[in-house]
């Protein structure tokens, strides 16, 4: 732990010859807070626990997340489709400095996006009303085994206070063009204009797809989800040419508006959901708005 080069690329798992800790039959709300200490105390990523009288072993992630598995007999099963995926999530928020902010570059009702933000206040509504919002972690309620020890979940968290869960996000909608069949090698990325050209394998067929700039609204990091206040708690999100955009809604300039553990999920859902539909339409199905 202590010799670490990165804190970016070296996501810590740990090994215990016992049942896990953690209540699985909690609320969703002590469920996380007693992971969220098993991983404090232990400085680690994801605490397996193999529970040998039951012939089962189980992890945790840093979402929560309890995850059962079977017996020896599922462990391919159980390592390929769920242990590998969490290990590839990532364990820090995207620097800053990899991220362009435009201050001020957003006014959502000079845009005409009003409609989007009435529903971004709706679901928040609805979110609150529901319960499902887990509370926010703080570093000061955890506990750690020394002052080093708090440090490290400071670097991790990036020197915030603490970290949330959830957030809300809308894919802003775009223009579609079908991806074209290809039949060389598969090229390398390319860029024409605003759009960057890459090459996608899809049930050992290559198809080169041209990804115009891709927009998403999403709440803003560090803001109450429960209860957004429109004019500055919903920033954009854009993608272009491989560069992520911050564009800050012009009443929010007081406000820190920082990449989250999300940020990255949320643009890459964007992407694929355009490379999909744009290899879907190059297969003859229905064009999309």
């Known amino acids: 732990m202590y010799r670490l080069t990165s804190l970016h690329k070296n996501p810590l798992v740990s090994v215990y010859d016992r049942p896990c800790p953690v209540d699985t039959h909690a609320d969703a709300q002590k469920q996380l807070d007693q992971v969220v200490e098993v991983l404090t105390w232990n400085l680690t990523h994801i605490p397996i626990f193999i529970d040998v009288n039951n012939n089962s072993w189980t992890f945790c992630t840093m979402n929560g997340a309890v995850v059962p598995c079977g017996g020896i007999d599922k462990m391919d099963e159980a390592v390929q489709q769920s242990l ?28 005409g996006l009003s409609n989007y933000l009435a529903e971004f206040v709706e679901a928040a509504a609805e979110w609150e009303s529901n319960g499902l919002m887990l509370a926010h972690t703080t570093l000061a309620s ?21 970290m949330s869960y959830g957030f809300m996000a809308y894919h802003l909608p775009m223009e579609v063009k079908p991806a074209k069949r290809w039949t060389g090698e598969p090229h390398e990325p390319r860029t024409d204009g605003n759009n960057q050209t890459v090459c996608m ?55 820190a508006c920082r990449p989250s553990y999300d940020t990255i999920a949320i643009i890459s859902h964007a992407l694929a959901n355009y490379c999909v539909a744009s290899v879907l339409m190059a297969e003859g199905f229905p064009s999309f708005p």
């Open 84 to 111: 590998v995926p969490k290990l590839a999530a990532q364990i820090k928020p995207p620097s800053e400095a990899g991220i362009i902010h435009r201050q001020g570059s957003f006014d959502p009702i000079a845009e």
């Open 201 to 255: 394998r899809v049930d050992n067929k290559v198809y080169s797809v041209t990804i115009p700039p891709v927009n998403v609204l999403t709440t803003r990091s560090g803001c109450k989800k429960t209860q957004l206040n429109p004019e500055h708690d919903i920033v954009r999100m854009s993608w272009r040419q491989g560069d992520i955009y911050f564009d800050i809604p012009v009443r929010a300039e007081h406000l």
């Open 142 to 162: 955890l506990k750690y085994r020394d002052k080093k020890a708090r440090r490290f979940a400071e670097m991790y968290l990036d020197n915030r206070t603490g």
